[in-house]
C-alpha cells in the first residue's frame, strides 16, 4: 500500500506553494481562534468567580441579575438559611467598589473589594495560612496577583489607600479580573464594617451537612425565600451569568461573525488552492476520467488535498494562536483558555472549511470533459 | 500484407468468423443544436476484430477522432449502433459508459502523467481501477515488470520530469495496458515521437495483439506506423470511404 495517497503526491509536489497556502489557511484558523478566545475569555472571565465558591448553594438577593449588579440582602436571612435542616454554616461575603490610590504613582482607580469572616473562606483563592493570618490584622488586604497592571507594581508590605483610607498589602490572592473590574482586594469583614456604611453582604455562600440532599435544601429554601432571594448551585450560578452575558452585551453576534468571517476566508483560500491545483491537472484529471475513474473516486483524491490543508493549516494557527493568547492573557488579564475541546472544534471547523472548498472545487473537475481529451 | 481495396458494405464479410471487440452499424453524429448544427458522422459502418491492429486516417475534420471517442464511450451515441466488447452502448449513462472504459485502454497524442507520480506510481494508479482483482504482490511487481518490458527498467522512480518525451509516452502506455484490456484505443500515440521511439511504440501494440489478442484501432496521420496495420481505414467528410488489408 503507498504511503501517500494520489491527492496527497500532487499537493505536496510543489512544496513552496503548499507551505505558503497551509500558512494562508493558517491566518484563517487562527482568527476563528481568537474570535472564540475573545469569546470565551469574556465570558470565562465573568464566571470566574462562580468557579471559586467554596460551598455547596449560594444565595442572593432575586434583584441581583447579574454578578456585576452589587444588590445585597439582608444578613438575617443568612441567619434563617442557617437555622434550616441540614445546613451546616452560611457565609456571608461583602463587595463593593472602592477607589485605590497608589501612593508611589498618585494615580487612583477603581478596584472591587471583597470582605469576609477571614477563618470563613466562601471563596478559594488559593491564599496560604500566612495570608489569611495576615487578613485578620487591622488595615491589612489582600491583593489579588491577577489584577491588571494599571494598579502599578504592587508588593508585600506596601501601603495602599482605600477611598483614602491607609491600609498594608500583607500578601496576595487569585481570583482574575474581568471586562468590567480591573482587579480586587479581599478584606476581613471587621476592616469593611468599620471603614464602611454598608453591613448588608451581596451573597452567602451555604455550607451542608454530610449528606445534605443539596437538591432538596435549595428547593426548600427557595419555597421559603423566592420573594426575596434566589438560591444556586455554582454550576447553575455560571450557566445564568453565561446566559446573561451572551443575552446582555452582543457578543454572541460580535465574536460569532468574526469566526464565519475567518470561516469564509477559509473557505475561499482553500477553494483557491484546490482550483488551482485542479487546474494545473485538468488534462490528468480529465484522463482518469476517461480511462474509467468514477467522479467520487476523483472527488477523494480532491478532499484528500483538502484534509492535508486543513491540518497543516490548523497545526500552524495553533501555534500561532498559542502565541497571541499568550500576549493578549498579559496584556487584559482576560482568561484566554486553549482547551482541548476548544482545539478540537476549531480543528472540526477546519476539516468542514476546507472539505466545503474541495466539494465546491469538484465541480471544475464533474464539468471535465474527457472527450476533449482527443 | 497484401493491399486489397474493400468496398464499405463488405465490411461484414471480413472476419465474420473471428471475436469481434467492436461492431458499428449506422453510426451518426452531430454537434450543435439548432442552426449551428453539423454533422460530422454519417451512416458510418465499422467492425474490429480480436488480434487486429486497425489504423484510422484521413484529414482533419474528417470525423475520424468523434468515432474514435465513440467506440471509447467517451460520448453517448445518438444514431445507429456500436457494439463494445459484447456491449451496446445505446441508452447507457454516463456512469455505465465510465464503467465500461475500465475495460478498454486508452493512448493519448500527449501523455497527460501526474508530474507528481514515478512511472510506477502512474501504472499503480491505473490498477486501482480494478482493486480487487490484484494481490498485494501484484500491486507491487506487475508495474515493475510492465515497465521492464516496455524498456523503463531503470526508469521505475523517475518523475515525468526526469523523463523524455519518448519514455514518458511508454509510461502511458504502460498505464493503457497494465490491466490488459482487450481493446487499445489510440489516438496519435507516436505524433511526439522520434522514428526510433515510434517503433518501439508500434511493436509494444503488436505484441499486445498477438499475444493477447487484445483489438487495437488508431487514429493517426503518421505515415510510418501504416505498415503495422492489418487494415487502414480511411474517412472523408464524416464517412468511412475505403479500408484496405
Redesign the interface.
Known amino acids: ?2 504511503l501517500l495517497g ?1 491527492g496527497t ?2 499537493l ?2 510543489h512544496k513552496w506553494r503548499f507551505t505558503v497556502a497551509s500558512c494562508a489557511i493558517a491566518v484563517a484558523v487562527t482568527i476563528m481562534f481568537t474570535e472564540m478566545g475573545f469569546f470565551f475569555g469574556i465570558l470565562d472571565s465573568q464566571t470566574n468567580i462562580t468557579g471559586l465558591v467554596n460551598g455547596d448553594l449560594v444565595v442572593m438577593h432575586r434583584t441581583r441579575t447579574h454578578l456585576n449588579k452589587w444588590d445585597s440582602l439582608e444578613r438575617i436571612r443568612l441567619q434563617q438559611i442557617q437555622a434550616l435542616p441540614g445546613v451546616k454554616e452560611v457565609l456571608p461575603i461583602y463587595s463593593g467598589g472602592i477607589a485605590l490610590t497608589n501612593p508611589k504613582t498618585g494615580k487612583t482607580t477603581r478596584i472591587i473589594g471583597f470582605a469576609f469572616p477571614p477563618d470563613s473562606m466562601p471563596l478559594k483563592l488559593g491564599q496560604t495560612d500566612i495570608a489569611i493570618r495576615q487578613l485578620k490584622q487591622s488595615h491589612t488586604v489582600l491583593f489579588d496577583r491577577e489584577s491588571r497592571s494599571i494598579y502599578g507594581d504592587i508588593k508585600t508590605g506596601q501601603q495602599i489607600e482605600l477611598d483614602g483610607i491607609q491600609y498594608r498589602v500583607g500578601g496576595f490572592i487569585s481570583m482574575g479580573p474581568n471586562i468590567i473590574n480591573d482587579g480586587a482586594v479581599v478584606m476581613s469583614d471587621g476592616n469593611w464594617f468599620r471603614d464602611r456604611r454598608s453591613n448588608k453582604p451581596i451573597m452567602g455562600i451555604i455550607r451542608l451537612k454530610n449528606k445534605s440532599n443539596t437538591h432538596q435544601i435549595k428547593e426548600k429554601i427557595h419555597e421559603i425565600f423566592n420573594r426575596e432571594l434566589l438560591v444556586f448551585t455554582p454550576d447553575d450560578l455560571r450557566q445564568r451569568e453565561l446566559h446573561y452575558t451572551i443575552k446582555a452585551a452582543p457578543i454572541g453576534i460580535i465574536f460569532g461573525i468574526g469566526m464565519l468571517a475567518g470561516l469564509v476566508i477559509g473557505i475561499s483560500i482553500c477553494y483557491q488552492v484546490l482550483f488551482t491545483t485542479i487546474s494545473d ?1 485538468t ?2 484529471f ?9 467522479n467520487f ?1 476523483l472527488l477523494k483524491i480532491i478532499l484528500e488535498q483538502a484534509i492535508l490543508l486543513s491540518f497543516f493549516g490548523f497545526f500552524i494557527g495553533f501555534f500561532i494562536t498559542s502565541q497571541i493568547y499568550d500576549i493578549i492573557g498579559t496584556q487584559t488579564a482576560l482568561i484566554m483558555q486553549l482547551t482541548s475541546a476548544r482545539s478540537i472544534f476549531i480543528l472540526l471547523l477546519t476539516c468542514i472549511m476546507c472539505v466545503l472548498a474541495g466539494l465546491i472545487a469538484m465541480r471544475k473537475v464533474i464539468r471535465m470533459e ?2 476533449e ?2 | 500484407m497484401g493491399a486489397t481495396n474493400i468496398k464499405q458494405e463488405n465490411f461484414e464479410a471480413i472476419n465474420k468468423n473471428a471475436s469481434i471487440a467492436v461492431e458499428a452499424l449506422d453510426v451518426d453524429y452531430t454537434y450543435g443544436s439548432g442552426s449551428a448544427q453539423r454533422q460530422v458522422l454519417t451512416g458510418n459502418n465499422f467492425t474490429l476484430n480480436a488480434s487486429e491492429i486497425v489504423v484510422m486516417t484521413g484529414p482533419s475534420g474528417s470525423g475520424k ?1 468523434t468515432l ?2 465513440l467506440i ?1 464511450a ?2 453517448a451515441i445518438q444514431g445507429g449502433s456500436i457494439q463494445v466488447l459484447g456491449q451496446s452502448l445505446s441508452g447507457l449513462s454516463s ?1 455505465q459508459r ?9 493512448i ?3 501523455h ?6 514515478t512511472a510506477r ?1 502512474t501504472l ?3 490498477m ?2 480494478f482493486r480487487d482483482r490484484y494481490t ?1 504482490d501484484d ?1 507491487i511487481n506487475r508495474p515493475l515488470e510492465m515497465l521492464e518490458t516496455l524498456g523503463l527498467g531503470e526508469r521505475i522512480e523517475s518523475q515525468p520530469g526526469n523523463l523524455s518525451t519518448g519514455q514518458k509516452q511508454r509510461v502511458a502506455i504502460g ?2 495496458l497494465i490491466n490488459n484490456p482487450k481493446l487499445i484505443l489510440a ?1 496519435e500515440p507516436t505524433a511526439a515521437l522520434d522514428k526510433g521511439s515510434g517503433q518501439k511504440v508500434m511493436e509494444l501494440l503488436r505484441l499486445r495483439a498477438e499475444k493477447d489478442q487484445a483489438s487495437i484501432l488508431i ?1 493517426t496521420h503518421d505515415q510510418r506506423i501504416l505498415e503495422f496495420a492489418d487494415r487502414i481505414i480511411e474517412m472523408m467528410d464524416g464517412r468511412i470511404i475505403n479500408a484496405t488489408c
Open positions: 500500500m503507498p494520489t503526491r500532487i505536496l509536489f491537472n488534462r490528468q480529465a484522463t482518469l476520467k476517461a480511462i474509467g475513474f468514477s473516486y474527457p472527450a481529451l482527443f | 477522432t474514435l471517442t471509447g467517451l460520448r456512469k465510465q464503467q465500461l472504459r475500465k475495460n478498454i485502454g486508452f493519448f497524442q500527449d497527460n502523467l501526474f508530474e507528481s507520480m506510481q499503480a494508479l491505473a486501482q481501477l498485494t500491486k498505464r493503457a489516438d487514429v
